[in-house]
């Protein structure tokens, strides 16, 4: 028999009993801006899977930095591109399969799941022999479309779920997908990352950062970890990083979208600190994310043949550079964007043998979901927060 709406935190019926609503934090077009008055919990309907669709009930949801850019609406209001008058962000979870729709194989109801955050059309050539990244559909699950984890239940396509690494919590399993995916992609599949390579990573304490470091380890790579602060170091030691640099010793972004005298001799300073702590070696692989403030670095740091793999651009993506340092030295900048299922399973088949772990930093109610989001806005946040859900204890 089907029930009006499950308490929040607890599930006291069977996996499949149909529910009508659900608790969701839900973005509107008339309140974009900072995530804390942006983002508020409503009551709606839960959505009906359709063919090759996959209804999960979310047991932890992961916060990432995809929920600030919606929240603020910027730089597109991402309800413009969905065609719905609300969105519910959440673009990780762990969770199990609630309802499976017409035609889905890969999945049962009771299965215990983890997501990946890629959708595509699933028909098309690209889909079918090349990459899945390739498809004109192409879409990032609960950014670019709706029905993300910051509710009781979200919608995806089949192809999404990979099980659940047995050992780890709920919320630890809700962690990792978005980041530790991009990172590998960026890392293993763009980059080509090779033994005894040093790559550059900036922003090694935050979310893709911490699996970045984690891969160049695994892969005996060298990361040449970038923080903010000393204390942001210690978790990554914890890792196995042994390389450091403080970027607040450095001023090194672009003054007005100009690189200065001044600015520039900062920049060749901070090479020059790689440098100290490699040996002499200049970093094979920078691993960039940051953008406008930190490019023109990247690319001048990085080594002849080099290669700077960017995946976003969180302080601005009107990038400058001095383009002699890239044709002379025939280094390559490659744009990398989020991961295939096939790298997604890859990627979580590391973390079920334990050879990759998720960091949790901080976990929150989900009333506080707005409060995670606005401090990530603010980089007040270290490492990865989550969001508890459908569970009432963070260790279940
Ligand atoms: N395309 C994709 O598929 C994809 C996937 C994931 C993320 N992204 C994008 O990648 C970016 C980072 O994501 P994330 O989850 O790693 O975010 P995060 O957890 O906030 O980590 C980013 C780190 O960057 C560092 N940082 C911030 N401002 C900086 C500056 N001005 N100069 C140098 N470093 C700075 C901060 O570390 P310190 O303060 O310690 O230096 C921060 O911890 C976001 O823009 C996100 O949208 C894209």
Known sequence: MAVEILPLGKVDVEPGTPVKKMKAVVIRPDRLG???????????????????????????????????????????????????????????????????????????VGDEVVLHCNQSCGQCPECNGFDPMACKNQRIWAYETNWGSFAQFCLVQAQQVLPKPKHL???????????????????????????????????AAGGLGIFAVQICKLVGAIPVCVVSSPSKAEILRELGAELFINRSEFDIAPKNGVIDSKTFEEIKRFGNKIRELTGGRDPDIVFEHVGYETFPTSVYVCDRFGRIVICGATTGYNLLFDVRYLWMRQKEIIGSHFANAYDAWEANELIIQKKIKPIVSQVFEFEETPLAHQLMYENKHFGKMVIKVQIQDANE
């Open 34 to 108: 900072e995530p804390i008055k942006a983002m508020k919990i409503e009551e709606i309907d839960v959505p009906k899977p359709g063919p090759g669709q996959v209804l999960v009930l979310v047991k932890a949801a992961g916060v990432n930095f995809n929920g600030v850019w919606a929240s603020l609406g910027k730089p597109v209001n991402i309800m413009k591109y969905t065609g719905y008058d609300f969105h519910i962000g959440g673009s990780d979870a762990s969770g199990i399969v609630w309802e499976v729709g017409p035609g889905v194989k890969n999945c049962k």
């Open 169 to 203: 919590s709920w919320v630890e399993a809700a962690s990792y997908g978005l980041t530790y995916f991009t990172a590998y992609r960026m890392l293993v599949r763009r980059a080509r990352i090779k033994p005894g390579e040093v790559v550059l990573i900036w922003g």
